[in-house]
């Protein structure tokens, strides 16, 4: 086989073993890597039911036949588990070298399972691997446990860790890598400080094969540069996700005061142009030469990065107008390992309840000072941060009086950094996408904003799951950042080229959409065999907030989404995805997809449609 090593590596923690196992090939053809892996590990290997964080829960770190092969935007590693916060399917990527140096040893996927006796940390070096004792980095964050790995190894070496928020088990803890580089929004890092992993050291000295190694490095060089010459290449390179804020402010979109509206007086002062002032240097994934994350002294004078993501949901979904502030909020968010979006979810949240007075304490819109005190109350779970710690959707349970109304997730994942009082497919693709409520999968309301705001149309549902296949599906499993494609327009036709290099095999866009379907029906498999009988089509419905309550300002004033027109595009979704009126794979979708087993045991569990 090129491209894929065949090889994984099956890491015990209780036994302290680790064991290289091969995979057929057609694991390889089926699934392509990364979230195809993962999935399909999971369906396999996890028993229903499991505690996500009891040591039969499995951590999955899976690259992509691409990855380590210097193609543009591919220095990313899928983490895997069923997870914490949701109960369901969670993932998500990491820029990271350890997806380089992991493959350079052997291996497209390393499954964690087990529990370790007392913190540990995992290195791997080729064939070997060595469980060493963490007690001297149990209790860091997650920058200073790499700064003291990197010392401890060569400088080549990748590196995954948890912060305090993972050690303790908060469920929107994440995993982290170079300072900033952060990812596993649904409680993977919870998962990895449940089994007493502290972190991860990949090193490999091995070269992977490719099929076609002179064009791999004729079309590596040509596609950097090609990458270069779009026209928005500079901009970009000048505030990446940054302007967006720009956007979603002009286009009611940007998340504010826990999602009660999407316009921000302070915008200006938080956005791109804003942050272009006070730049210092760019940051980014390693093997990418777009470099999005923006480097800025934050409030504390220590260089903290930038984004769309966390400044929305640090910024104006908390009342905060001071970048330096927020770049301190996120910088403190990623070396304690919390996920940002999560993050400005339970706290805007827990400001609307204060503001409400339906809790006791009095936690204040953009009050600095109280409010990194309450995310370090988070990462320890010390008192009302021990609740916020649960997820947003816990905390409305514990809070009461209606809140459940305004606590914004999907599935118990929080929502990402659009608001959709205004934008139905963008309320859809956060209701149907993979893990919960992110954006990641499909990002449909640029698309939705230029095509009309107001529509519930076929063609919007097509659109998703156009999107759903390609970045939710083909991108996440080959592990390429979808930003090249997406913000740039770096043309579709380059990655069934890189694929045919790596891997000597030539996969039309109609095979890349069936192994993408193919995954994503696997993963809503995998959800419904959670649920059971509990699994209803209200799991797919967004928060009620954008349904009952209008947006007060801004150019969209008075829009609120439709429930029945909603639930129409809804049941249009899943017609066309060959699920049944409850959102469930009927049994012909899996065995078209050549998963004759998933629907035999998924019958078993819920009763499947034809
Ligand atoms: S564009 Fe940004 S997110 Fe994508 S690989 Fe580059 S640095 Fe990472």
Redesign the pocket.
């Known amino acids: 086989m090129f491209g894929w090593n065949g090889t994984f590596l099956r890491v015990n923690l209780s036994r302290n073993k680790a064991v290289a196992e091969a995979y057929d090939t057609s694991f390889a053809f089926n699934f392509l890597g990364g979230r195809g892996f993962a999935a399909k590990i999971l369906w396999d290997q996890l028993k229903p039911g499991v505690d996500p964080l009891s040591p039969e829960n499995k951590l999955v770190f899976a690259a992509g036949p691409l990855t380590g092969f210097g193609f543009p ?1 591919s ?2 590693l899928v983490v895997a588990a069923k997870s914490p916060l949701t109960g369901g399917y969670g993932d998500g990527n990491i ?1 990271t070298n350890a997806a380089v140096q992991m493959r350079k040893a052997g291996y497209d996927a390393v499954i964690v399972e087990g529990k370790a006796e007392k913190p540990i940390f995992l290195h791997v070096k080729d064939k070997t691997a060595e469980f060493v004792d963490a007690k001297d980095f149990w209790g860091l964050t997650s920058f200073d446990t790499e700064k003291m790995l990197k010392a401890l190894y060569e400088k080549s070496a990748g590196i995954v860790s948890i912060g305090p928020a993972g050690e303790n088990l908060v469920k929107f803890a994440t995993v982290v890598s170079q300072e900033g580089r952060s990812g596993g929004r649904p409680g993977m890092g919870a998962v990895m400080g449940s089994k007493n992993l502290k972190a991860v050291v990949f090193e490999g000295t091995g070269v992977l094969s490719a099929a076609h190694p002179n064009e791999l490095k004729e079309l590596s060089a040509a596609s950097y540069r090609e990458v270069m010459t779009k026209p928005n290449y500079t901009f970009w390179k000048r505030q ?1 996700t940054m302007s967006t804020i720009e956007w979603s402010q002009e286009n009611s979109a940007l998340p504010t005061y826990n999602y009660r509206e999407g316009v921000f007086d302070e915008a200006a002062e938080i956005g791109g142009f804003a942050m272009e002032k006070i730049k210092v240097s760019n940051r ?2 390693p093997q ?1 030469n ?4 923006n480097v800025i002294k934050d409030s504390d004078r220590k260089q903290a990065e930038l984004d769309y993501e966390n400044v929305a949901m640090l910024g104006s979904n908390v009342g905060f107008g001071n970048l330096g502030q927020v770049a301190a909020l996120n910088r403190v968010a990623d070396e304690l390992g919390l996920d940002t979006i999560s993050l400005g979810n339970v706290l805007g949240f827990i400001m609307e309840a204060s503001e409400k007075k339906l809790i006791k304490e009095k936690i204040s819109w953009g009050k600095f000072k109280d409010t990194r005190a309450l995310v370090n109350d988070i990462a320890y779970r010390r008192g009302l941060g021990s609740v916020l710690a649960e997820g947003v959707r816990f905390a409305a349970e514990k809070v009461g009086g209606g809140s459940g109304d305004w606590a914004m997730h999907v599935k118990g994942l929080e929502i990402s950094a659009y608001d959709c009082h205004a934008a139905p497919a963008m309320a859809l693709s956060y209701g149907t996408s993979s893990i919960g409520a992110h954006h990641k999968d499909a990002w449909i309301i640029g698309w939705e904003v230029e095509h009309g705001r107001e529509g519930y149309g076929e063609e919007k549902v097509d659109k998703l799951i156009e999107y759903q296949r390609l970045r939710g599906g083909v991108f996440e499993s080959l592990v390429l ?1 979808r ?1 090249p494609h997406a913000m740039l327009g770096l043309e579709l036709e380059w990655y069934p080229k890189f694929l045919y290099a790596a891997t000597g095999m030539e996969l039309s866009w109609a095979t890349l959409n069936q192994i993408a379907d193919r995954t994503l029906n696997l993963i809503r498999a995998f959800w419904v065999r959670e649920f059971g009988r509990n699994w209803t089509k209200a799991m797919d419905v967004p928060p009620a907030r954008w349904f009952k309550e209008p947006l007060r300002k801004g150019p969209l004033k008075g829009s609120k989404l439709d429930s029945e027109r909603y639930d129409y595009m809804l049941r249009k979704y899943y017609r066309k995805r060959g699920w049944d009126e409850r959102g469930i794979p009927k049994k012909g979708t899996l065995q078209k997809l050549g998963m004759p087993d998933v629907a035999s045991q998924l019958d078993r569990y819920v009763a499947l449609s034809a």
């Open positions: 935007n220095g990313k820029g990446g980014g994934c990418c777009m470099t999005c994350g950042c930003f």
